[in-house]
Each structure stands twice: as C-alpha cells, then as structure tokens.
C-alpha cells in the first residue's frame, strides 16, 4: 500500500467526477488557444515555417520535459497547491500572449513568452492530477481492478472531448482577433482555478512513514533504476502520438484538399479514442499490463510500417490518404492501449514512495523523445531517397519498447 507524500500536505479524497471533468476544462481551455499559434506565428509576425516549428517545439518541451519538476513538486507541496499554481500560470501565459498582439506594435518576444508560460503552466497541473487519479484509483474496489477500465482510460476519453470542444470555440472566437481567444483562455482558466480551490479539499498534514521517505522521497523516480528503464521504453509512445500531429499531416500536406484531409483525420482520431478507448481498457485489464503494452507499442509500430511501404513506390493522392489514415488508426490505438496502462503502472511502481515525481519522469522522457525524434525524423525525411528509412526509424523504438517494456513491470502488491 502506498503511503502520502512525507512531510507534506495529503489531499482528502476529491470525488472522481471532479477530476475528470477538471481534465475536461483543462483541455477544453488549451485546445481553445494553443492549435492557433502557428497561425498568428506565420501571419502576424511573419516567422519561417522552421522557425515555427523552433518555436512550438520549445513550447512542447516546456510541458512535456518539466513534468518531473511538477511531479516533484507535487510531492513536495501538495497535489491541489501545484494544481491551483499550475492554473495561475497558465493565465499568466495566456494573458502574455494576449498582450503581445495589444501593443502598437506586435512583439515577438513577448509571444513567445507567452507560449511558454503555457506550457510550464501544464507542466505544474498535470502531474497533480494525475497523482489526485492513481489516489482515487487506489481506492477504488478490489473486486473492480481488473474487470473495468481504469480511471486513467476515463481521463483520456475526458481528454478527448475537451480536445474537440476546445478549438470549436477558438474558432468561434478567432474573427474577434487572437488577442480576444488568448484573453478567453486566460478568463477559462481563472473560472476553473476558482473551481478547483472551491471543488478539491484543503490539504491535511501527513507525518512521514520511514527515514528514506523524508530524505530522498521526493525524487525516488529517478533512484529506481527500473523505472528509469521503463520510463525511457515509453517514451517511445508518445513520440509516435506526436507524429498524428507532425509527421502524417506532412503527408496529407503533399495532396490537393490537404486542409479538410487533415481535419477529417483529427476528427476520425477523436471517434476511435471516444467510442473505443473504454473497451480497448478492459482488454487491457482481463490481459495484463505486460501483454497490453506488447500489443500497442506494435500496433503503433505497424502504423509506420504501413507509411514505410506506402513511401517505397509511388502512390496516388487518394491511395496516399487511405495508407495516412489507416497508419492514424494504428497509431491510436497503439496509444489507447499502452497510456492508460503505463500510467496505471506508475503508482505500482512507486510503491512506499510518492506518486508525483513517477508521473513527472514517465511525461519527462517522453517529451525528450519528441524533442530529440522529430528532429531526426526531419532531418531522414528531407535526404532524398530515405522516405522509408524516416518511418522505420520511427518504428524502431516502439518494436524495442515492446521487448524491454513488458519485463520491467511490477508485480501487483497487496492494497
């Protein structure tokens, strides 16, 4: 069983329903605004398409590689305090990149602020929330495990609807100017932190259990040789989610109607993770953790596969749309089933220790592999000849993943 962070505040248990609709706001609140600055990048300030990509990489990072700093932090402070300041920045970030399109003048500098103030502001709530969810996991029923979908598969169906409300009201919003969508998200998150101080409940003082716990618990992720390992095999999946916003949208770039295509494969993304990702879960929990990461790392390395293929002769635009989407829906799937799980896996692993800092290395490793990936992938894709080599190297990971991964999971200890 695992004990509250040492010396820190331990949240009294929230209802489960407020945390995932708190996912729900989250994302409804982002995707309102952030699938917007690549736009306002390249027409209001003129920025290269390189440059873009420099910039919203930086961003990514600035979520994604400070996990571990908010998972930490949630161990150190309380889930609900880095939750509350993870908003606050957030609305620092927005309201940024609000004022950089104010002044007489636009300036860059300031946007790009803004644009990292917004991801730092994710980097500090979602470790929190996920350490609030594995506590109301671990709560939950014995005779529930293994027979239902964990919460964490409920967190990203609630995900997945904020994903597709979120950019419906951006849009709605966006012939008032940028300025007015990045004051919304701003006023969003302001609404949702008032919420969330109202809604999860004060903290109460814990007294550390064990000497170990209160010197080195706040970074015992990275003590765990294992864990280390298996944080660095994962990272593999969300390298390859990415690239349903990278590298498959670069090829619908490359046929006539690419802007519908696209949005018809994001669309089709959200129906498969809405209408499938409960069931996809189940499996996941009647088979195992170990065989349910084996089988998403290689259905996601089959999608590359596919565009690997594809890539080896020529094909025709309609051909090339059918191969991108059937490389999505192998590449989705392949998430659905190794996320939930492996975030499902983190508590176990922490054992006696906090949750938070497991929760911010496992994101941590995963946004390095996106920083380091892309960069790769791009540089094979733009060397004439080695289409085919860029996919397969994109598959590499994920086919060493489903080898390394599944023996580095931890027995289930006794609740």
Not at 96 to 116: D, E, I
Not at 364 to 373: D, N, Q, R, S
């Amino acid at each position: 069983m695992r004990n509250p962070p040492p010396e820190a505040d331990a949240p009294r248990a929230p209802h489960t329903p407020v945390l995932l609709a708190t996912q729900l706001l989250f994302n409804t609140g982002f995707y309102a605004v952030v699938p917007f600055l690549a736009l306002v990048l390249s027409e209001d300030f003129g920025v290269a398409a390189a440059a873009v990509g420099l910039i919203l990489g930086v961003r990514t990072f600035a979520q994604q590689g400070m996990f571990l700093v908010g998972g930490v932090l949630a161990d150190r402070i309380g889930a609900r305090r880095v939750i509350l300041l993870g908003c606050a920045v957030r609305v620092a970030g927005f309201a940024t990149l609000a004022a950089s399109l104010m002044v007489a003048s636009p300036q860059l500098a300031l946007f790009v602020t803004g644009t990292v103030l917004t991801g730092l502001g994710g980097a500090l709530f979602s470790p929190g929330l996920n350490v609030l969810l594995a506590d109301a996991e671990h709560r939950r029923s014995p005779a529930v495990h293994g027979r239902r979908a964990s919460l964490f598969a409920w967190l990203s169906i609630t995900g997945e609807l904020g994903a597709v409300i979120g950019p419906i009201l951006g849009a709605a919003l966006l012939g008032w100017g940028f300025a007015t969508v990045a004051l919304f998200g701003a006023a969003f998150f302001v609404l949702i932190g008032l919420f969330l101080a109202y809604a999860l409940p004060a903290p109460t003082r814990v007294a550390a259990r064990g000497a170990h716990d209160t010197r080195h618990g706040r970074w015992w992720s990275l003590r765990d040789r294992r864990f280390v390992g298996f944080s660095t095999a994962h990272a593999a999946d969300l390298l390859a989610y990415n690239q349903l916003y990278l590298a498959l949208p670069l090829q619908l770039a490359m046929t006539p109607g690419a802007a519908p295509a696209t949005a018809a494969m994001f669309a089709w993304v959200s129906l498969l993770t809405l209408t499938l990702q409960l069931p996809v879960a189940r499996w996941s929990a009647s088979v195992g953790a170990a065989v349910a990461l084996r089988t998403g790392y290689l259905l996601s390395a089959a999608g590359f596969a596919v565009m690997a293929v594809g890539a080896l002769s020529p094909v025709t635009d309609a051909v090339r749309v059918t191969i991108v989407f059937v490389a999505a829906s192998l590449v989705v799937m392949g998430h659905m089933t190794t996320h939930p799980t492996a975030l499902s896996l983190a508590p176990r692993f922490a054992g006696l220790h906090p949750t938070g800092s497991f929760f911010g290395l496992l994101a941590t490793c995963g946004g390095i592999a996106v920083l380091v990936g892309n960069l790769i992938f791009g540089a094979l894709l733009g060397i004439d000849g080695m289409p085919a080599a860029a996919w397969l190297f994109l598959a590499a990971p994920l086919i060493v993943a489903a080898l390394v991964a599944p023996r580095l999971v931890p027995a289930n200890r006794p609740a």
